[in-house]
């Protein structure tokens, strides 16, 4: 039914249904100390996209779960530098990322689990590693002791001898080994802490995930997924964790990774400083250019920002909307296409390891196909029809087209378009984006298309 790639395995496997009928899928949330760049829109427009397919056209049930790091150093230290309380920052942090994620239609979440909340949990699962062996605690912190869990790197495919220090391990005093992880962390003076058998302290980076899935999905569950920059040390170490807690293996049967958002081939981020948060480049360009930008690269490859990226993105989605116009306008009787194989060669594509750019490829060989029919009058009411209904489907999962039709401009909008379509005739460009802003105040965006502007309600 579907085949996706599996890091552990590093192969693309057929995804095994359990006999519940239902997917359990946690997705690494971010971590909440600043606003949310368009590389983690990366990450999180691919996998709400992949859930809806799941869910829509496979009708598999997905129980979606989500973390939300809402403690931790970075959290701290911006806090320190605002002069503002730690958890203050993360809960602001927290309810613009869900703003952000709004905003960009990636709305298939069902939990959104803010490791807080989680602490009884947390501590449990900490001290069960003590008990097991697994953990030892020094000067009130707790590590895991990597040494004792022997297939510490099957996700990363290291070996525990081969591992280096300094690449995202952490160097703390009080370890045993270098690549041991903190578990509980001691807290300093003045930062977040709750009470724990070790003392004042806080949890570790990797241990509020495992905490969270024990308690929502058991001991093991299906899909695990994330940016391929946490493969090691984050999700080694989850596994560590539970694996080691647990018994049994593995934690989670599936572990799909997106590649990053590049910029001049570096991934974007914040410590960088080459980042663009998701509100400004939406403030410049419509959410569908984002969406389409991600969606039209193979989730799995990196993806290169560029200008051109956002060009080409446009001009697809222009295509595609002005293509489908044109079907509405189909008078023909009848017609010889067979659009379902275009249809099914789509569908296929996505189920295998969840394709976009060969699927968007066979929808464009459509519009190539349709559009010759189209210039001569051989296509007929009828197909024009079900083409748009398959556009319709396909935009119901990817969200890569504003839906306009339905929807009636009001009268204020037509006449705020009219005298801006006047001043760009005058060249009066100031003007013209004055009134390009107050539309988009009123909840509509213009879009300037070959055949004259094209609004759509935001
Ligand atoms: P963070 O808040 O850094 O923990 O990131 C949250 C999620 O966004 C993780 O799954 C990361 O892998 C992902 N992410 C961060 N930066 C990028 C990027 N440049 N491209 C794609 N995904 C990213």
């Given at each position: 039914m579907m085949r996706i790639y599996n890091t552990l395995t590093s192969k693309k496997e057929d995804l095994k249904i359990p006999p519940s009928g239902e997917i359990n899928l946690f997705v690494c949330g971010p971590t909440v100390y600043d606003y949310s760049h368009i590389g983690h829109a990366r990450t999180y427009i691919f996998f709400d996209t992949l859930v809806k397919f799941m869910r829509k056209r496979l009708n598999i049930k997905i129980n979606y779960l989500q973390n939300i790091t809402n403690i931790d150093d970075r959290i701290i230290k911006r806090s320190a530098e605002e002069n503002k309380n730690p958890q203050e920052v993360a809960d602001f942090f927290e309810k613009e990322y869900i703003t952000d994620m709004s905003s960009l239609g990636v709305?298939?979440?069902?939990t959104y689990a803010p490791a807080t909340k989680y602490i009884p949990e947390i501590i449990s699962q900490v001290e069960r590693l003590i008990k097991k062996g697994f953990a030892y605690s020094a000067d009130s912190s707790v590590y895991f002791d990597?040494?004792?869990?022997?297939?510490?790197?099957k996700l990363s495919h290291q070996k525990i001898n081969e591992l280096k220090e300094g690449v995202r391990i952490e160097v703390e005093?009080?370890?045993?080994?270098?690549?041991d992880f903190a578990l509980w962390k001691a807290s300093k003076e003045g930062e977040p802490s709750w009470d724990s058998p070790w003392g004042k302290g806080r949890p570790g980076w990797h241990i509020e995930d495992t905490a969270i899935t024990e308690k929502y999905f058991g001991l093991r569950y299906n899909i695990h997924g994330g940016g391929?920059?946490?493969?090691?040390p984050h999700h080694e170490a989850e596994i560590a964790q539970m694996e080691a807690i647990?018994?049994?293996?593995?934690?989670?049967e599936v572990w799909i990774h997106t590649g990053m958002l590049l910029v001049d081939g570096e991934k974007m981020s914040k410590s960088l400083d080459n980042f663009i948060t998701i509100r400004d480049f939406l403030k410049e360009n419509s959410v569908y250019v984002l969406r389409y930008m991600v969606l039209?690269?193979?989730?799995r490859t990196g993806l290169d920002f560029y200008k051109k990226t956002i060009q080409m993105a446009n001009s697809s989605i222009n295509r595609i909307a002005d293509f489908k116009q044109r079907l509405k306008e189909v008078t023909g009787q009848s017609s010889h296409l067979p659009w379902e194989d275009f249809a099914k060669t789509f569908w296929h594509e996505l189920a295998d390891d969840f394709n976009t750019p060969k699927a968007l490829a066979s929808l464009f060989e459509l519009i190539t196909e349709t559009n010759k029919l189209i210039d001569t009058n051989n296509l007929s009411q009828n197909d024009a029809q079900k083409i748009v209904d398959f556009i319709d489907e396909v935009n119901d999962i990817?969200?890569?087209?504003?839906?306009?039709?339905?929807i009636e401009t009001p009268s204020q909008i037509t006449a705020l378009l009219a005298d801006r379509e006047k001043a760009r005739a005058n060249k009066d460009f100031e003007l013209s984006d004055k009134l390009r802003d107050q539309i988009k105040e009123l909840g509509w965006e213009v879009e300037d298309t070959a055949k004259g502007p094209r609004v759509t309600k935001l």
């Open positions: 709305n298939a979440v069902d990597v040494r004792k869990f022997p297939e510490y790197g005093a009080g370890k045993k080994f270098f690549a391929l920059d946490l493969i090691f647990s018994g049994l293996s593995p934690l989670a039209s690269q193979h989730y990817l969200n890569i087209l504003p839906v306009v039709s339905e």
